[in-house]
């Protein structure tokens, strides 16, 4: 994906330092301020940061632990991820969401925060970025996901791809 989840990775983890704890280094603070710019919407909206649109398959962590809900990723920017699901969490619901790219040939872990859910014949999911993201090689012993398949770009307005694979949105830890 042009390294842009590796920029949007970088920019999350950067401002994810703690003013009050560890600081960044003034080469830090650049970096952040340049990936900020970078990241920024080309145009006046509610977002601050622009969305891009991509497809691949998700997973992330359901309320009661002990299953991991599954989508379709719909967009991503610097602030947080779209997610097409038959299971959207409710609002204000915090989970991490893990996918791969495999341009990069990372996985990725983000802990987010649900900010608007839709069911119905659309279901989905808006998450915002909170806290530190994680980020690991594919195919390396400490892997974060068990995804062997990653997010493509998309055209604008593309259908979010069937999600037939997991029509009922979650899938039993132990089985993964």
Same mark, same amino acid.
């Given at each position: ?13 950067? @401002? ?8 960044? =280094? ?17 145009? #006046?909206? &509610?977002?601050?940061? @622009? ?8 997973? #992330? ?18 602030? !947080? ?14 989970? =991490? &969401?893990?996918? @791969?790219?495999? @341009? ?26 909170? !806290? =530190? ?9 400490? !892997?974060?996901?068990?995804?062997? &398949? ?5 055209? &604008? ?20």
């Amino acid at each position: 994906m042009f390294d842009i989840v590796d920029m949007i990775y970088e920019y999350v983890s950067l @401002a994810s330092f703690d003013p009050d704890g560890v600081t960044l =280094t003034e080469a830090q603070r650049h970096r952040l301020e340049g990936l900020g710019r970078l990241l920024a919407s080309p145009v #006046f909206e &509610v977002r601050e940061h @622009a969305r891009i649109d991509v497809r691949g398959p998700v997973e #992330f962590d359901l309320p009661d632990g002990d299953e991991i809900g599954v989508g379709h990723v719909t967009d991503i920017g610097a602030g !947080g991820i779209g997610v097409s699901s038959w299971r959207p969490l409710e609002v204000d619901a915090e989970t =991490t &969401v893990r996918f @791969a790219d495999p @341009a990069t040939g990372h996985t990725y872990e983000f802990p987010c925060r649900v900010v608007w859910s839709r069911e119905g014949d659309n279901p989905a999911m808006g998450l915002r970025f909170e !806290g =530190t993201p994680a980020r690991e090689r594919i195919g390396s012993r400490a !892997g974060l996901g068990r995804l062997s &398949v990653g997010l493509r770009l998309s055209e &604008v307005g593309a259908p979010t791809p069937g999600l037939e694979f997991a029509e009922t949105g979650l899938i039993p830890k132990d089985l993964l």
